[in-house]
C-alpha cells in the first residue's frame, strides 16, 4: 500500500513539474497604457508620447452608459513611444514604425513595432483634429521582451488647435514562442 501511495505522489509530481514547464514555455504580455505628447512636423509626422504607471476602470451601468476614468500619478517607471508616421492625405491612411520603451535610467526595455495600415479620419466634433488608430506587427524587443513577437495597436485623437498635443491608448500583446 506504501509503494502504491509513494508511486501516485511521484506521478503527481512528474505531472506538476510538466505542467509547470508548459506554463513557463510561453509567456505573455498583454497590457494598455494612456499615454500623451507632441508630435512635430508636416505632412510626416515624429510623435513623442509617455505614460506612466495608472490604474484604468471601465464602468458600465444599467441604462447602458459608460463612464471611463484613467487615474495617474503613482509612483512608478514610465514608457515612452517614438513614432514615425508617414502620412496619406489623399487616402486617409499612414504607416509607421516606431520603438516603445519601458524602464528606468539605463536599464530600459524595448518593443520595435511597424505598420502600413494605419487610418485616420478628421474630427468634425473637433476642428482641426484627427482621429486615428492601428495596428502594428511587434518587430523585436531587447532585454524582458527579446525573442517575443505579438501586435501593437493604438486608437487617439490629434488636435492641432493645441500645439500639436496627442493622446492615445496603446494595447500590447505579446507572447514568446518556446
Known amino acids: 500500500m ?6 501516485a505522489a511521484a506521478v503527481c509530481a ?3 513539474l510538466s505542467l509547470a514547464s508548459s506554463a513557463d514555455a510561453v509567456s505573455i ?3 494598455t497604457l494612456r499615454m500623451t505628447g ?6 510626416d509626422l515624429k510623435c513623442d ?3 506612466g504607471t495608472q490604474l484604468m ?17 503613482f509612483i512608478g517607471t514610465y514608457a515612452a513611444m517614438e513614432m514615425n508616421l508617414k502620412v496619406n492625405e489623399k487616402t486617409g491612411t499612414f504607416s509607421d514604425s516606431g520603438a516603445l520603451n519601458f524602464g528606468v535610467f539605463t536599464n530600459r526595455t524595448e518593443i520595435k513595432y511597424k505598420t502600413e495600415s494605419g487610418i485616420f479620419v478628421q474630427d468634425v466634433d473637433l476642428p482641426g483634429g484627427t482621429v486615428f488608430s492601428a495596428a502594428a506587427n ?9 525573442g517575443y513577437e505579438g501586435v501593437l495597436t493604438y486608437t487617439g485623437y490629434r488636435n492641432r488647435a493645441e500645439e ?3 493622446t492615445l491608448f496603446v494595447t500590447v500583446v505579446t507572447n514568446k514562442p518556446a
Open 2 to 7: 506504501a509503494v502504491s501511495t509513494m508511486s
Open 14 to 16: 512528474l505531472l506538476c
Open 29 to 31: 504580455y498583454n497590457f
Open 38 to 43: 507632441e508630435c512635430a512636423s508636416e505632412p
Open 49 to 51: 508620447v509617455k505614460g
Open 57 to 73: 476602470n471601465s464602468q458600465v451601468s444599467d441604462d447602458g452608459t459608460v463612464v471611463f476614468d484613467v487615474r495617474g500619478g
Open 138 to 146: 511587434i518587430t523585436g524587443g531587447t532585454n524582458a521582451f527579446k
Open 164 to 166: 500639436q498635443g496627442i
